[in-house]
C-alpha cells in the first residue's frame, strides 16, 4: 500500500463518503453513540467491526463483535487508539478536563468553533456565516503569517 493510500484512508469516515461518491458498496456506519444507539445498530446488524475512527493497518480493530459486552470491550479499545485531540465547543469550557487530557498527552482545544475556525484561518468569511457579497470563480489565494 503506497504512503499516499495510507493516508487518505487513515479516516474511515471520508474514505467512507469517498467510496460511496464512487459509486462503490460501503457497509453501513454509525459512529459511538448512547449506550441505547449502540445497542440498536447491534441488533440491527448481529454482528459488527468496531474500529477507531482515524487509524491505519488495522490498529484497534475488533472484528466479528456479537454481544453488547464485547461491543463495550472493543469500543473501549478503539477509543484509545483514535483519540489525539479534545476539541471543547463554543461556550464549553473546563479546565480540569483540559489538564487531565494534557497530562495523558492529548492537545486540548477549548472554547472553539471549528466551522469559524476553519473560516478564520483559510480567509474565509463565508465560513463564519458572513455575506461578503464577493462573487467570483476564482479561489482566493491564502496567506501565510
Same mark, same amino acid.
Given at each position: 500500500?503506497? #504512503?499516499v493510500a495510507m493516508s487518505l484512508?487513515?479516516?474511515k469516515r471520508l474514505t467512507s463518503k469517498l467510496?460511496?461518491?464512487a459509486g462503490l458498496q460501503v457497509a453501513e456506519q454509525t459512529q459511538v453513540g448512547t449506550a441505547e444507539h449502540n445497542r440498536a445498530f447491534l441488533a440491527q446488524h448481529w454482528r459488527i467491526v468496531v474500529k477507531p475512527a482515524r487509524g491505519e493497518q488495522g490498529k484497534g480493530v475488533i472484528v466479528d463483535v456479537r454481544d453488547e459486552q464485547a461491543m463495550n470491550e472493543a469500543i473501549a479499545v478503539a477509543a484509545q487508539e483514535d483519540v489525539r485531540v %479534545?476539541?471543547?465547543q463554543l461556550g464549553v469550557i473546563n479546565h480540569d #478536563? #483540559?489538564?487531565k #487530557?494534557?497530562?495523558a498527552g492529548l492537545k486540548v482545544v477549548m472554547d472553539r468553533c471549528p466551522k469559524i475556525e476553519f473560516g478564520r484561518l483559510n480567509a474565509e468569511l463565508s465560513w463564519g456565516g458572513f455575506n461578503s457579497r464577493i %462573487?467570483?470563480?476564482k479561489r482566493r489565494k491564502v496567506r501565510l503569517t
Open positions: 500500500t503506497s #504512503a484512508c487513515d479516516d467510496l460511496r461518491r %479534545i476539541w471543547m #478536563a #483540559a489538564e #487530557a494534557r497530562a %462573487i467570483t470563480s
